[in-house]
């Protein structure tokens, strides 16, 4: 209910923001277009008709996924975004993947071993995480890992394998190596996040009964740890990467954009630059839907891995 | 105890016994009981008198056509100048000498954050009052507001912002605005819904005070401690968020380049070798969204009564 009302209001913010504050007919359609052109458009856009009638016409052609076309590439906006959201994806997900493979057992380790230098130095590396520009940490990594060592690829997706049906730089070596700075660069701040959130969970149960007991009963280290401690402290972790997740494809707008990623964040910027508006209007519904999307997602999953929540609840 | 709600007393008995602490005094060894935090205090001090007095220190104007020289492009730190002076740390693509470039840049830099922050402060401030005082609908409208808002990405909503009104100080500070007031009013609302049920406020109420002084006069004072720590951390925030930005070339314009848009033109260098040009006015970003948050940081612990002895 609350997700619709947010789709409603912001396609009423967005269609205002293109046709109200700025000139739809400068917005939507090409400069370039001579005048008989220019009044096909504005009939077959509906600007002849009053205010409220536009805003119909509008949902209705958003509706039926037609956004207008873009002025670079003359194809579809939507379309043009549909085609590099894939990029876009396997980027957050890499990056999601890298926040809890080193995310989780640094966080593990500082929480089970506070007083040691190595977690100590972990911990003081996550305030650095947390404050450092992530833009500039990305250039940094591409003069040290690409100009000066020349380890890494800088720009550009590489070589792309298809698997399953999927079509991604995740099935090529070169593709693995091309995702390398860009991932690390759009996980660094997550990392941060899943180290300090898995040492606060992990110092919390290591006091509790549960956990004691698990050792009285002579059970082996490594089995209360993995088994009973990382049980209870991953719900937290888990709902807040869920959460993140949204996060992550907004961020990558920036690192799309320093390491060339063809991904919808590059297009976004490129498309700024270029003026072409119909894409990035395409490109502000189709975020401002993922996003309810994935908040509504991350609701219902929290509902089934925590008993306590219940959508029933919810409602009352 | 807070350290702002008993200012009164200490103020009365100060000058009949000089050895009394007062709340500033006890603030301040507080504060000082962390050396890092001393440190990053000191350095965050320094960058701001740097800052305002930018055109004193800088050996160059950089925004003066006349004195910058596209033959002096790209030189390495340490390269002498036709003018005489060093370029200290080189100078970028245009021929600007990058420390004085630097200088300026954290000028746009701080100030677009400071104001932006205090303009937000301001707005949330009064949205989360009015909505904690008014109860009700009103408060759920508002809080509804809130809530769906910080549901996306701070950068994400000053992108489509600037994507649809342009370029310009005016429009990144309306985008900065936009992101922030929403924790202010949060955080306003929570503790004035916890001050609201206080005795003094009742006192108030029975005294007949208008709304408005019951308000500014009474509840806004004792809810600043925590309004202090939201504001240091959201500077730095925009701060950083408008960096990126203009990074991204959606900012600030050319003409006035903050750090973001300096490191954004050393990265066409960057690719042959020419590190300086991004690397430096990173580092001054870095120093300075470092230092603001650890004054943030041990602001909140001296500030918290919880964590208070």
């Known amino acids: 209910m609350q997700s619709a009302v947010v789709v409603f209001v912001m396609s009423v913010i967005v269609f205002f923001g293109v046709n109200v504050v700025g000139d739809p007919i400068d917005m939507l359609i090409n400069p370039e277009a001579d005048q008989e052109d220019i009044e096909i458009a504005i009939r077959a856009l509906g600007l002849d008709k009053p205010i409220g009638e536009q805003y119909l016409f509008f949902l209705k052609n958003a509706l039926a996924g037609n956004l207008g076309r873009s002025f670079i590439f003359g194809e579809p906006a939507l379309q043009l975004i549909l085609q590099r959201m894939p990029a876009t994806m396997e980027l957050a997900f890499a990056a999601l993947i890298m926040a809890v493979v080193l995310g989780i057992p ?4 500082a929480g089970l071993k506070p007083e ?31 100009v000066i060592l020349g380890w890494l690829p800088s720009t550009g997706r590489g070589e792309l394998g298809t698997f399953m049906g999927m079509t991604s730089s995740l099935f090529t070596l070169d593709g693995l190596l091309h995702m390398l700075m860009p991932a690390l660069n759009l996980a660094l701040l997550k990392i941060s996040l899943v180290i300090r959130l898995t040492r606060a969970g992990t110092r919390e149960a290591v006091l509790q009964d549960y956990i004691k007991f698990a050792y009285a009963k002579g059970l082996k280290q490594s089995r209360v740890i993995f088994v009973h401690l990382l049980k209870n402290i991953l719900i937290p972790v888990i709902t807040v990467l869920g959460l993140e997740f949204g996060n992550l494809i907004a961020f990558s707008v920036v690192t799309e954009t320093i390491f ?7 297009l976004l910027i490129d498309s700024i630059q270029q003026l072409d508006r119909p894409v990035i209007v395409a490109y502000l519904i189709l975020i401002v839907l993922i996003f309810v999307a994935l908040n509504l997602i991350v609701d219902i999953a929290y509902s089934i891995l925590d008993p306590r929540v219940r959508l029933g609840d919810r409602k009352a | 105890m807070s350290v702002i709600g008993d200012k009164a007393q200490p103020l009365n008995k100060a000058p009949s016994a000089p050895d009394v602490e007062t709340p500033f005094m006890r603030f301040r060894s507080d504060f000082m009981e962390s050396r890092v935090a001393a440190v990053a205090l000191a350095l965050l001090i320094l960058i ?3 800052a305002i007095f930018a055109p004193l220190i800088a050996p160059q104007n950089p925004y003066d056509l006349a004195q910058v020289d596209i033959l002096e492009s790209r030189q390495p730190p340490g390269a002498k100048s036709f003018q005489g002076y060093i370029f200290l740390l080189g100078s970028d ?4 000498d990058l420390f004085s470039a630097i200088l300026y840049g954290l000028r746009i830099s701080l100030s677009v954050g400071a104001m932006s922050g205090v303009i937000a402060l301001a707005i949330g401030s009064v949205i989360g009052l009015a909505a904690a005082y008014s109860g009700g609908r009103t408060e759920a409208f508002i809080m509804r507001i809130v809530d769906i808002q910080l549901s996306f990405p701070a950068i994400l909503i000053a ?5 649809v009104f342009g370029k310009g100080v005016d429009k990144i500070m309306i985008a900065l605005v936009t992101v922030q007031w929403a924790y202010y009013a949060r955080t306003v609302r929570s503790s004035a819904l916890v001050e609201r049920s206080k005795e003094y406020v009742e006192a108030a109420n029975c005294l007949c005070l208008s709304h408005k002084r019951i308000l500014f006069g009474h509840i806004l004072p004792n809810c600043l401690a925590p309004l202090i720590v939201v504001g240091t951390v959201q500077t730095a925030h925009a701060i950083a968020l408008e960096a990126t930005l203009s990074f991204l070339g959606v900012g600030l314009p050319q003409t006035e380049p ?16 020419r590190y300086w040009i991004s690397f430096f006015p990173g580092i001054a970003l870095l120093i300075t969204i470092v230092s603001i948050n650890l004054v943030g940081d041990q602001l909140r612990d ?8």
């Open chain 1, 106 to 109: 640094l966080g593990l380790y």
């Open chain 1, 116 to 146: 040691s230098l190595f977690a100590r130095t972990t911990m003081s590396v996550s305030i650095l995480g947390f404050s450092l520009p992530t833009f500039w940490v990305g250039l940094m990594m591409i003069m040290v890992f690409a």
């Open chain 1, 260 to 266: 060339a990623w063809p991904g919808m964040g590059k």
């Open chain 2, 48 to 50: 701001i008198l740097i």
């Open chain 2, 93 to 96: 693509g245009a021929g600007r």
């Open chain 2, 159 to 163: 992108l489509m912002l600037l994507a």
């Open chain 2, 258 to 273: 903050s750090l973001g848009l300096l490191i954004s033109n050393g990265f066409e260098y960057m690719l042959s070798g």
């Open chain 2, 302 to 309: 001296v500030l918290n009564p919880r964590l208070q002895k």
